[in-house]
């Protein structure tokens, strides 16, 4: 053996030891990828941009990874399921990797009227070749790594079997981290994050609850019974899913978490813990104002109303022994829904109760007088969100 291929196996052996070791133990997605790239470097590789992509079991995101720049360091991204079936997928070096199985090279300094638009972007970011390889994972997926140079006349040989032989190595040091990262995401969508996060350090077992504060809002539309009746099955979940998404973007902008839909409403919530009761009001009243506004121009025809109460909730799993449910209970959920109901019955896009209100500037609410709420014995004061 020469010294030159004796030093490529050394280097070889150096990143699989703490591909499969350190950094599939310890390491974050971007921790691996850059570390990785930075050990390359290292040892002599003129790497410019490495990016490994990771496909997604989720409705709402297809893709996520790390891109590691030289000099910038790696950080994560996301694509939408819809990059799927747009060019920049189609014909594109990654699809020929994941279909094909194989490791795609194209040198990007002196290319044709019809490459693809990545290798154009590349190339005019000032990279001069291109090595994409597949990852191959134990549940039989297949991702896709992509590293470049800028160094004039690409990658040498000895670079590009180095770069290959790992591959095996970063599967093992990715796949732990990309399923703990799909898992998280997936519970997300399904659960919100604050109740993906719970479930994800452990509580899961049926009864499993704590008691916070927390202001809780729910938002409904109105006439959708109406509205199911005049249109088309699939124009009425268009609709509703256009609602939904401005409601669950507004609370997602002011630290709240979205819980549950329930036919056509949304139950959210916005804990005490960070801020206190004032803050918590202030940034539930916000996502309101925020959801009102979005709403002016994504359904101007589709009116939908708030109401907002604020006290002691019990946050956990319910359910039956096969089937659990993350949310919150207690009176003071109730409390938040028959102020829905009152909403529409006064005919008001905004209510809340005096709890609110007490955490509100005097010019930011109106009382409404005191009415009977379903469930509560006595009458209640019910205010008005002036700036909603």
């Not at 996520?64 to 910038?72: D, K, L, N, S």
């Not at 918590?280 to 994504?298: L, M, N, S, Y």
């Not at 896009?349 to 955490?359: D, L, M, P, T």
Request: hydrophobic share 40%; glycine share 10%.
């Amino acid at each position: 053996m020469s010294d030159l291929e004796h030093n490529r196996h050394a280097k070889q052996a150096e990143l699989v030891s703490w591909l499969i070791g350190p950094a599939r133990r310890d390491c974050s997605p971007e921790a691996i990828v850059g570390g990785l790239s930075e050990r390359l470097v290292a040892a002599g590789v003129a790497l410019k941009r490495v990016r490994i992509g990771q496909r997604l079991s989720n409705p709402m995101i297809g893709v996520w990874g790390v891109i590691w720049t030289r000099g910038e360091g790696a950080v994560l991204y996301t694509r939408p399921r819809t990059t799927f079936s747009t060019p920049f997928y189609y014909g594109s070096p990654f699809q020929e990797v994941i279909e094909q199985r194989r490791s795609v090279r194209h040198s990007l300094e002196h290319l044709g009227p019809d490459t693809h638009s990545v290798y154009v972007e590349l190339a005019e970011a000032g990279n001069t070749d291109y090595l994409a390889l597949p990852i191959e994972y134990g549940d039989g997926s297949v991702q896709g790594g992509a590293f470049t140079t800028d160094r004039p006349g690409g990658f040498t040989v000895a670079e590009i079997a180095l770069i290959e032989s790992l591959a095996p190595a970063i599967s093992a040091a990715l796949e732990p981290a990309a399923m703990r990262h799909s898992m998280q995401s997936l519970l997300e969508v399904y659960l919100g994050t604050g109740s993906a996060g719970r479930v994800v350090v452990g509580a899961f077992q049926r009864g499993a609850s704590t008691e916070i504060d927390a202001a809780v809002m729910v938002t409904d539309i109105r006439g959708f019974t109406g509205l199911s009746e005049r249109l088309a099955p699939d124009a009425l979940l268009g609709t509703m899913g256009t609602h939904f998404e401005i409601v669950v973007d507004a609370v997602h902008a002011e630290g709240g978490d979205v819980l549950k839909f329930i036919g056509d409403s949304v139950l959210s919530i916005f804990p005490t813990e960070q801020d206190g009761r004032g803050g918590a009001c202030g940034r539930a009243v916000r996502g309101i104002e925020r959801a009102f506004d979005k709403a002016k121009t994504a359904l101007p025809d589709l009116p939908f109303v708030a109401a907002l109460h604020i006290g002691p909730v019990v946050y956990g799993n319910i359910g039956s022994v096969d089937r659990l449910d993350f949310t919150v209970v207690g009176p003071t959920v109730n409390f938040a829904s028959r102020l829905e109901g009152i909403a529409k019955t006064l005919d008001r896009r905004a209510v809340c109760s005096a709890e609110v209100a007490r955490s509100m500037p005097a010019d930011a609410v109106r009382s409404l007088g005191r009415h009977v709420l379903k469930g509560f014995a006595e009458t209640q004061e019910v205010f008005e969100l002036v700036t909603a």
